[in-house]
């Protein structure tokens, strides 16, 4: 059984990995919208929205085009102006790593029967919209916080690390390869047992 | 399962809040060229010694190219996982010691492999090194490391207290 599930995630992690670094745009692309939703509701104090740009090395790259809506106050009287514009970039690729890891794990895990094989990969489509949704938002603000940070330290003012630098910071540290897999392990969970039909 | 996500999200929690109480300077100038930076240099140069590849601080580099090693991208994010996981299973607590000492020693081969490899990549290959370095190498050190605790949970499982 383990050399078996050995295969099936060499096997996942191959054809995940190529549809990925081939369709990932388009994937990426049409997941902007709720992307910038998530950035709103992260982050309302910003005008903002997100794009997928070509970052002109033959990749691209999610741009969360952001501006201050209302002043920023930093402490010690440091302001952010209303209109400063606080860009920031993530690699496209790099976003789609924990959907990765989520599809190859749900390949991998074994399933009783084809219904259990279906509903996990079924179950796919949702914890992939919310892996993605946990992870790549809080990336692109937390390399606003970031510089923000940098921007206060430079005055000379200690500002509180806000929640999704904390945050960011765990995903960047390895956070993105443990949600996928601990949604994978929810999702398995909840298939073995809800998902197998009952013979009466 | 549900247990065992539980456990193993609470040991990684518990294993990157101690890294990131490491501070910055430690990492950078004492822990990455003495862990990574020299291990890495004398590997490229077992390769390839017309490299003239030095290490400083968290540094590699060469007249071809520089490599940065940085909070994240040392290997602990894997070994964290790896651990966590090893830890999280029910079995014996021998089992799990030779779990976390193999599954430390095997990441810690990947990661060195990995740096020397994203060297030559950004030195011969500067195309291939963000697709490499972002996208492809983390996913396969996972794989790498879920191979591993495969083949240690055929080895740990029948070791499982009744």
């Known amino acids: ?200 | 399962m549900l247990g065992f996500a539980l456990r193993m999200l609470v040991c990684y929690g518990l294993f990157h809040a101690l890294y990131f109480w490491i501070p910055i300077e430690v990492l950078h100038d004492k822990i990455y060229p003495r862990l990574f930076g020299q291990p890495a240099v004398a590997m490229i140069d077992a390769l390839q010694p017309a490299e003239a590849v030095s290490a400083q601080a968290n540094r590699l580099s060469s007249p071809r190219a520089a490599l940065e090693i940085v909070r994240g991208c040392d290997g602990s994010g894997v070994l964290f996982l790896v651990c966590a996981a090893v830890l999280a299973f029910p079995t014996s607590w021998r089992a799990r010691l030779a779990g976390v000492l193999f599954g430390a020693a095997l990441v810690y081969a990947l990661n060195l492999l990995r740096l020397a490899g994203l060297y030559f990549v950004a030195a011969y290959r500067p195309p291939w090194f963000l697709p490499l370095h972002t996208y492809f190498v983390p996913t396969l050190l996972i794989v790498a490391m879920a191979l591993f605790y495969l083949a240690w949970l055929g080895w740990a499982a029948p070791a499982r207290p009744r």
Request: proline residues 6%; hydrophobic residues 55%; aromatic residues 6%.
């Open chain 1, 1 to 200: 059984m383990l050399r078996a599930a050995a295969l099936r995630l060499c096997a996942a992690w191959v054809v995940c990995s190529a549809l990925g670094f081939l369709f990932g745009d388009t994937l990426l692309r049409g997941a902007t919208p709720l992307l910038s939703a998530a950035v709103h509701w992260i982050a309302p104090e910003l005008q903002s929205g997100v794009s997928l740009i070509d970052d002109g090395r033959g990749g691209t790259q999610l741009l969360l085009d952001a501006r201050t809506e209302q002043p920023l106050a930093l402490g010690d009287g440091l302001v952010v102006p209303v209109g400063q514009a606080l860009p920031s970039r993530a690699n496209g690729v790099h976003v789609l790593v924990p959907l990765v890891i989520l599809c190859s794990a749900l390949f991998t895990l074994p399933a009783r029967d084809r219904r259990e094989r279906v509903l996990l990969v079924a179950s796919i489509l949702p914890l992939g919209l919310a892996v993605l949704l946990v992870t790549a938002p809080f990336q692109l603000v937390g390399l606003i916080e970031l510089a923000l940070q940098d921007y206060a330290s430079s005055h000379g003012v200690a500002r509180a690390d806000p929640l999704s630098l904390h945050w960011m910071l765990f995903l960047e540290s390895g956070g993105r390869w443990v949600l996928p897999l601990v949604f994978a392990a929810v999702s398995y969970a909840g298939v073995r047992r809800f998902g197998t039909r009952r013979l009466t």
